[in-house]
DNA sequence: GGCTAGCGGGG
DNA sequence: GTGTACGCTAGCC
């Protein structure tokens, strides 16, 4: 890019939201576009050069291979240049040239010098030229230059200049549309190479448009999906599903009947790309599955969890995929129905949920398209690499590691019983708080001390104080960052759609200060650092001993402890001084997060059940929070927590307990209540213990269902005799006369029951009891 | 009873 | 494919 203006040149506003390769230009050194929507809501393409590159340390033998290849290669170029590589200065050569003659060097020279020694060879093109011109996208920039072509809708200019704008609108006009279809086989997982699409539908927010097969020929349902995207002609399309289900499928079926799927601009063909998702030219490919399917709060990562979260309306008839070809058979209409409900709650989620989307992708620099398929590592990383290339640092390779684990949090075994008046003391964001204090860095970490070192003996790890390190820099951005955000927010309306906007991103920001630990410690990472992870981990049990140190000093009473969190009998004037030292003495910021009217422990860490002040019921780690257990356990537990909180009696709690098991045994409880849900975690090969959902699974398998990873296999157990996978059924195939109402009353009921009453003196035995004697007409006689 | 496999949710 | 600590059930000997 030139900052020259040229007469006869255009210049507009931008909302950049692609890096790609042009589908036109208008000279042959134009390699890479930037996509874009106008204030108008027009599409850009914005054609420029870039010139590919990577560096190699020089090594022996360097120089006289990279002369052979420079003559060899005419467009190679070849410069000296000094960076820096885990804060200590490199020299190395950078090659750079065309995107050919760049392969064919990289390839000699990993050949015969090593992969070890070429750096950045493994990074995007498209991706250096947005980091190399802090380019992030889903943000405004104003651009001039000059006119390339303009192909139906589609304007394409070759940028000179390019300069961030601030203050613009919040987002252009955006165009989307949402799809979902119907396909089924007559047995199990339906194939494109066999089946066709049944039914597929399409929403734009204000039609309903719908395609049926015709026999067995979908044809005309892919050339509808074709004709319908380039009418509508989006900038957005979504799905719940799409990269796992619905583009792999349409695409397979396209290639069975030879017909292109041509859903990008100008009818450019879908195709698969980085991390797996699917690339349509001059759209944003947004798939809801991947928002949810990492987002702890949805159970089962439906689309139904979704829309309830979100406040919609929730089908009365919500259809599993295996009951699909059931459905299409006997009750085609619920289905059809069904399919309308979900097109339609999936494009009013995008509404909901495009905030969030673009914030995460501006702020991590992956385009909107595939920043929801990255994983939170990668995420993460992304955002390191542009701050590295700010701090003129090298991309480091991933090479050579092994496995090794350290420890990592610190967890009190509690006091059991129920306490009155409890405060959790929290420190404010302790890991982020460690790097940004101890400087703990990939680049900062040494293994001798001596120098501006701080060493840690037991550890045998020490930190340069010379420098800054590139985690602490960016913690220390994030936080920032998220501060100024915060402040700009005060300044918009809450129902706007800025103030959405500046919310989505400061929430963002902060997840990602709080990922880098993690990112640190994650084998795969470019800047990965075992003992960088271990010096957090061990700062974070020293901080939080020493505080409990010295609240036992100050007589208070400790409850229980993990991580980051002190659970205190409160006694208000002494945790204010305890919070004083905190602040004083450990240079950390601990707060009250929050205080328990009653608090209930069992023996076990980090399973407890809190009344709150405000009269909210917390419960963690119990299993009323955890899908392995049936509904009906997990309902009964909140309701004897409640009741022991609220100081129930005895006789009370025994009551209660046997007026369930009687209504277990009456047979009115509902099928659904009686589901466990377990995920599928690996190949179903791998599996070496005979597990319920594994058998589930592996019947499933036989019927035809191709079983991924990441399914969840909804269970019941019925009646019989052997081990519980040998009587454990798919919910679907379940008979409700079957299910084994013994086996829930004794291993779901009762356990979950135990567990909370058992800390304030009722024993198993005596629950067991009751189940041995109730509904034999012999109870009224007992309890 | 002691051990392993497997899973999920917490900080 | 961010991290480690932990509790618990079921299967198996």
């Not at 955006?174 to 597929?200: C, Q, T």
């Not at 989006?234 to 041509?262: A, D, E, T």
């Not at 309306?493 to 500046?502: F, G, H, N, T």
């Not at 075992?530 to 049990?541: D, K, Q």
Request: glycine fraction near 8%.
């Amino acid at each position: 890019m030139v900052l020259i203006i040229l007469v006869g040149m255009a210049g507009y506003n931008v909302w950049l939201f692609d890096v790609a390769h042009p589908l036109y230009t208008g000279s042959k050194d134009e390699n890479v576009c930037l996509l874009g929507l106008g204030e108008d809501g027009r599409l850009y393409e914005l054609n420029d050069h870039f010139d590919d590159y990577f560096y190699v340390v020089e090594e022996s033998g360097v120089s006289s291979l990279l002369s052979n290849i420079s003559s060899e290669y005419s467009g190679i170029k070849i410069s000296r240049v000094r960076r820096r590589l885990f804060g200590r200065e490199v020299d190395l050569l950078k090659i750079s040239g065309g995107a050919e003659e760049l392969k064919r060097a990289r390839e000699v020279l990993r050949r015969r010098v090593g992969d070890e020694y070429l750096y950045e060879d493994d990074v995007r093109d498209t991706i250096k030229y947005l980091i190399d011109n802090d380019i992030t996208p889903c943000s405004w920039y104003s651009f001039e230059g000059s006119k390339v072509a303009d192909k139906n809708g589609l304007s394409i200019y070759r940028i000179e200049s390019l300069s961030r704008v601030e203050g613009g609108p919040p987002l252009p006009p955006i165009k989307a549309i949402s799809v979902d279809m119907v396909v089924i086989s007559d047995f199990g997982e339906p194939d494109f190479h066999r089946d066709p699409v049944n039914y597929l539908a399409v929403y734009d927010g204000d039609e309903y448009h719908e395609f049926m097969v015709s026999g067995r020929d979908d044809t005309d349902i892919i050339r509808g999906l074709n004709e319908i995207v380039k009418r509508l002609d989006p900038n957005v399309i979504v799905s719940f599903g799409g990269n796992s289900f619905v583009w792999p499928y349409l695409v397979g079926r396209g290639r069975q009947l030879g017909i292109k799927i041509g859903l990008g601009v100008l009818g450019h063909e879908i195709h698969q790309s980085l991390y797996g998702h699917f690339s349509f030219f001059g759209r944003i490919n947004i798939d809801l599955k991947e928002y949810v399917d990492d987002n702890p709060i949805f159970e089962l990562k439906t689309l139904e969890e979704l829309a309830e979260y979100a406040g919609l309306r929730i089908p009365s008839t919500s259809i599993d995929p295996f009951s699909y070809a059931l459905f299409w058979n006997d009750r085609r209409q619920v289905l059809i129905d069904y399919v309308k409900w979900r097109v339609m709650a999936i494009y009013k989620l995008f509404w909901e949920l495009m905030e969030q989307i673009f914030s995460l992708s501006s702020v991590t620099g992956i385009p909107p398209d595939y920043v929801l398929t990255a994983s939170s590592g990668r995420q993460a990383e992304q955002y390191i690499m542009r701050m590295s290339r700010k701090r003129g640092e090298l991309i480091p390779k991933v090479l050579g590691r092994r496995m090794r684990s350290y420890p990592g949090g610190l967890v009190l075994s509690p006091k059991k019983g129920v306490h009155s008046n409890v405060a959790v003391i929290d420190f404010k964001s302790m890991y982020p708080s460690i790097i940004m204090k101890y400087n703990v860095s990939p680049d900062t970490i040494v293994k001798e001390s001596g120098g501006d070192v701080d060493f840690y003996e037991e550890l045998g790890i020490g930190v340069r104080r010379d420098i800054k390190g590139i985690l602490p820099e960016i913690v220390e951005t994030l936080v920032r960052e998220r501060d100024l955000v915060r402040k700009m927010m005060k300044e918009y309306p809450r129902d706007s759609p800025m103030y959405k906007l500046l919310d989505s991103k400061q929430r963002i920001l902060k997840i990602l200060a709080n990922t880098m630990y993690g990112y640190m410690g994650w084998i795969a990472a470019r800047w990965y650092s075992f003992e960088g992870a271990s010096l957090v981990t061990y700062l974070g049990r020293r901080t939080i001993r020493e505080s409990i140190e010295k609240a036992r000093e100050l007589g208070l009473n400790i409850i229980y402890g993990d991580t980051d969190s002190v659970f205190i009998e409160y006694d208000e004037d002494r945790v204010n001084s305890l919070l004083r030292w905190i602040s004083e003495y450990l240079g950390m910021e601990a707060k009250i997060d929050k205080v328990y009217r009653k608090v209930l422990f069992t023996e076990a860490k980090k399973r407890y059940a809190g009344l709150t002040v405000d009269g909210r019921i917390d419960i963690v780690g119990l299993e009323y929070v955890r899908r392995d257990w049936c509904e009906l356990a997990r309902e009964t537990q909140y309701r004897f927590v409640k009741l022991v909180l609220e100081g129930a009696s005895k006789n009370r709690l025994l009551d209660e307990f046997r007026s369930i098991v009687n209504e277990i045994r009456s047979g009115k409880v509902a099928l659904d209540k009686f589901v466990i849900w377990e995920q599928i975690t690996r190949d179903l090969s791998e599996y070496k213990a005979n597990a319920p959902h594994i058998a589930v699974a592996r019947a499933l398998s036989r019927r035809g269902w191709r079983i991924r990873k990441g399914m969840f296999i909804g269970y019941v157990v019925v009646k019989g005799e052997g081990p519980l996978y040998k009587r454990s059924v798919h919910y679907l195939k379940a008979d409700m006369n079957k299910i084994d109402r013994e086996y829930y009353i004794r291993n779901q009921i009762l356990p979950v029951v135990a567990r909370v009453v058992e800390p304030i003196g009722i024993n198993e035995k005596t629950l067991l009891s009751i189940v041995e004697v109730a509904g034999t007409g012999l109870d009224r006689f007992f309890g």
